[in-house]
C-alpha cells in the first residue's frame, strides 16, 4: 500500500508492532509494505516543531532476508561511499549508514572504522576507546548479527585484549556499532558526562562546548538507530532528517519514540548528522533512492559503512 488515511496507516502500523503494551504512533503518516517482512513508515509532524523521521521494521525470520555490512577495503579499513551507492552495487532492497569514522571532517577516500565491525564473518575492526569521548562510549555496545541473521546487542569480551571479541555466545558474522546503547532493556540510557554527580560517567567534556549543561545527545540534528524487540525478532532502522522539513532530534526523543512506538527493547545509536542516510528499492519502479533528504549532499554523505537489507519482492510470498 503506498498511502492511505491516517486511521488506516495507524492500524497498519499497530498491526505490525509484537504483541504487548499498546503503542502511541503520529497521525501524519506514510506506510508502504514494501517487500516480504519489510515495512517503511514516514512521520510527518509539525509540532512542537518540524519533523520527518524514516523507520523501516524489518522481521529477521521473513524468507531469504539477510543483512550485510560494508566489507573491509582499501589501506585503511575501508573506502568511503554514499550508503545510496553500496546498496545499489549490492542489489539489496534497503540501507542505512552505520558507524562512525576518521579522519572527520575529511575529504579522504578511506577511512578507519570506530567500534566492532565485521562483514559476512570477517572481523576488521575492534571494540575501542574513541578519540570522540565526548560522544562516544568507550568499548561501545555493537548490533551483531550470526550467520542465520540472529541478532543480539553483543559487548566486549572480559580481559579481552584484542577488542575482537564478544561477551556474548554466537558467532559474529555482520557487526555494526555506533556510539553508545540508547534503549537498555526497554529503558532509554543516555550516556552522561564524568564530573560532579557522575564519577562513573562513560563520557568526558570535549570539544570546547560539550558537558552535563550541553550533551552532545541533546542536540537537535539528524539521526540514525538500530534496534530490536524484546524477542530480537524484528529489526527496527530508524533515520531522522535535517532539513527544511525537519529540525532533527535529540538521541534521548528518538529512543523514546523507538521505545513507544515499535516497542524496541534494546538500540544503538549510530553516525548521523550529514552521515545519516536511509535508501530503498522503490518496490513500485526497481529504481534506488534515498528516502530522507540528507544534510550534507544530495546523493548523500560518503560513509565508511552502511547496514543494507535483502528481501524478496512480495509477489512471490508463498
Do not use: C
Amino acid at each position: 500500500m503506498r498511502s492511505a488515511s491516517w486511521r488506516a496507516a495507524l492500524a497498519l502500523v499497530i498491526a505490525l508492532l509484537p504483541a504487548g503494551p499498546s503503542a502511541s504512533v503520529a497521525p501524519a503518516i506514510r506506510v508502504v509494505d514494501a517487500y516480504q517482512g519489510v515495512r517503511y513508515v514516514e512521520h510527518l509532524e509539525t509540532d512542537p516543531r518540524p519533523l520527518r523521521l524514516h523507520v523501516a521494521r524489518i522481521d529477521l525470520r521473513a524468507p531469504g532476508l539477510r543483512v550485510k555490512v560494508s566489507p573491509p577495503a582499501g589501506g585503511r579499513e575501508t573506502v568511503r561511499e554514499p550508503t545510496l551507492a553500496f546498496v545499489r552495487r549490492e542489489g539489496a532492497q534497503l540501507g542505512v549508514n552505520a558507524h562512525f569514522f576518521l579522519p572527520f571532517p575529511s575529504v579522504d577516500a578511506e577511512a578507519w572504522v570506530i567500534g566492532l565491525a565485521a562483514s559476512e564473518g570477517v572481523v576488521y575492526s575492534a571494540f575501542e576507546s574513541p578519540e570522540q569521548s565526548f560522544a562516544l562510549v568507550p568499548d561501545a555496545p555493537a548490533l551483531r548479527f550470526d550467520r542465520r541473521q540472529r541478532a543480539r546487542i553483543v559487548h566486549r569480551a572480559r580481559g579481552d585484549g584484542t577488542g575482537l571479541r564478544v561477551r556474548e555466545r554466537g558467532a559474529v558474522w555482520n557487526a555494526v556499532a555506533g556510539s553508545a546503547q540508547i534503549v537498555t532493556a526497554g529503558v532509554v540510557t543516555i550516556p552522561t558526562y564524568r564530573g560532579d554527580g557522575h564519577p562513573r560517567g562513560a563520557l568526558l567534556p570535549g570539544l570546547g562546548r560539550y558537558d552535563t549543561g550541553r550533551s552532545w545527545y541533546d542536540v537537535y540534528t539528524a539521526r540514525t538507530a538500530a534496534g530490536l524487540s524484546r524477542d530480537r525478532r524484528w529489526l527496527t532502522l530508524a533515520v531522522v532528517e535535517r532539513s527544511p522539513a525537519s529540525d532533527g532530534l535529540p538521541v534521548g526523543d528518538l529512543a523514546t519514540r523507538l521505545v513507544r512506538d515499535y516497542s524496541v527493547w534494546d538500540a544503538i545509536n549510530l553516525d548521523g548528522g550529514g552521515s545519516s542516510t536511509m535508501v530503498w528499492q522503490d518496490p513500485a519502479t526497481g529504481a534506488h533512492a534515498l528516502l530522507n533528504t540528507s544534510s550534507d549532499s544530495a546523493g548523500g554523505r560518503r560513509v565508511a559503512t552502511s547496514l543494507a537489507v535483502f528481501a524478496r519482492p512480495r509477489s512471490t510470498q508463498r
